[in-house]
């Protein structure tokens, strides 16, 4: 894993520094960290095959999900995907690979002609995959700063695990957090996976 650089004390720069750093990788660069991040996955979880897994597509500069998706797909699990509604929250649409899709508020991917399930369908989730700018070693999650997963994982189900999916360098050793935040569990990068424990990950 990469030495992660200094952190500046203020989100919103932090913020503007990760997304810098992403869009300066090429095409060929951020399809090698989607298979990455599928074999961390695999080495993760084991055999484990969750039934239900909130997943979502990613866009733009983010870290690929499709081939993570894919070995859920392969492994039998339902998938839900998130709709972001007018209000800023998270609402849940079912999802298969190669579904046609449409486009969805703030530039994400949606299956096309679905309805959605309902905000409180990640409480059925056993496996919630979700975005970050960067993780710290205690399962602090940085977003994008709309608080919209934040607000979704309060719903999610007792015993459910969530990951957040990053590229290496976004690895940091602590992250200023505010009392809404939300930890995960446990960490995918390119490079592998591991999960939190109490004082940091193992």
Known sequence: MSDPHPLPPDKAE???????ERARLTADQRSAAGRGIARAF?????ERRPRLCAVYLAIGTEPPTGPLIEVLAER?????????????????VPYRPGARMTKGPRGTLLPADIPP??????????????????????????GRGGGGYDRALVR????????????????????????HDQRVDGVLTPGG??????????
């Open 156 to 179: 999610r189900g007792p015993g459910s695990t969530v990951l957040a999916v990053v590229y290496e360098n976004e690895v940091v050793p602590e992250l200023p957090t505010e009392p």
């Open 117 to 142: 399930l309902g905000r409180g369908a990640i409480g059925h989730a056993e496996l919630v995959v979700v975005p970050a700018l960067a993780v710290a070693a205690d399962g602090a999650r940085l």
């Open 14 to 20: 932090l913020r503007a520094r990760l997304l810098a």
């Open 42 to 46: 695999a080495e993760l979880l084991g």
């Open 193 to 202: 996976g591991w999960w939190v424990a109490p004082g940091g990950r193992r």
């Open 76 to 92: 039998g699990a339902d998938l839900i995907v998130p709709l972001v509604t007018p209000d800023g929250e998270l609402d849940w």
